[in-house]
């Protein structure tokens, strides 16, 4: 079966392969007003607002197509392709040339200006949509794919890309670094003086003076109550007879007995 290219509507050689980067079955096509010079951002509420700005649901497919050169590499072009979902007929193709062939609308992530062009050479910028945020991101997934092929990945690409070569460059040099041991090579392994196997007590600190309990009670015996006696020695002397086992009452100890007599 003949292969057709999608921008230029010519056969494409034999031996050329195609590779779908993106599809979709239900995409809003928009006719949209021209981008005014203060403006500078497309807004999809402009399209949107006005149900005659629809002009119809289609598929569209991203489709990249390699296309093998005598003695040179392979010649590489990526189309964005609108066509008619039931019957496969093309209603217009865009290139993909630059990043600048699609551009996002401002206001929402799930609508885009899209520039195409026809065989003969004009161009003209619809505006298109899809329903789920999810196409959106399957959608700019494959742009990117796209602009990987062709190598005109934006800055941020090439720095993301630069960085994820250099961590796969130095992994796949840490995994071809040899630790084997070398014929006649040994490893020491120090301790550093640690004990295994028994574990010294702990040395009785020195006591410092003034920590000494004392052994003399006599010598921090204390005064005896007014009206005492002294007995020899520097020892209280005991109660007299005629004081021991007498009751004595609340009162007389300088308790107070309190207003319901808690003391009697």
Not at 231 to 243: V, W
């Amino acid at each position: 079966m003949e292969t057709i290219d999608p921008a230029t509507g010519t056969p494409l050689p034999s031996d050329a392969i195609q590779r779908i980067l993106f599809l979709n079955q239900k995409v809003h096509v928009y006719n949209i007003p021209p981008l005014s010079s203060t403006q500078g951002k497309y807004i999809a509420a402009t399209w949107t607002e006005d149900p005659k700005r629809h002009i119809f649901t289609c598929r569209m497919r991203v489709l990249e197509t390699s296309i093998p050169q005598p003695s040179a590499p392979d010649r590489i072009k990526v189309d964005i392709v609108l066509e008619d979902p039931s019957s496969g007929q093309l209603f217009a193709a865009a290139p993909y040339t630059t990043p600048a062939v699609v551009e996002p609308a401002v206001d929402s992530s799930r609508f885009f200006a899209l520039r195409v062009q026809d065989p003969s050479g004009r161009k003209a910028t619809l505006g298109f949509g899809f329903e789920e945020r999810s196409d959106s991101f399957d959608f700019s997934v494959g742009l990117q794919e796209a602009r990987k092929a062709l190598g005109i990945e934006t800055a941020e690409e090439r720095s993301a890309a630069q960085v994820s070569q250099k961590k796969a460059v130095k992994k796949e040099e840490e995994t071809k670094k040899d630790y084997s041991l070398k014929e006649g090579e040994t490893i020491t392994v120090s301790f550093g003086g640690s004990k295994f196997g028994r574990r010294e007590r702990p040395r009785a600190q020195p006591e410092e003076k003034g920590d000494e309990a004392p052994t003399n009670l006599n010598s921090f015996a204390l005064p005896p109550p007014p009206g005492s006696s002294v007995s020899k020695g520097g020892g209280i002397a005991p109660p007299p007879p005629s004081a021991r086992g007498q009751n004595t009452s609340a009162e007389a100890l300088g308790f107070d007995d309190g207003q319901f007599g808690e003391f009697a």
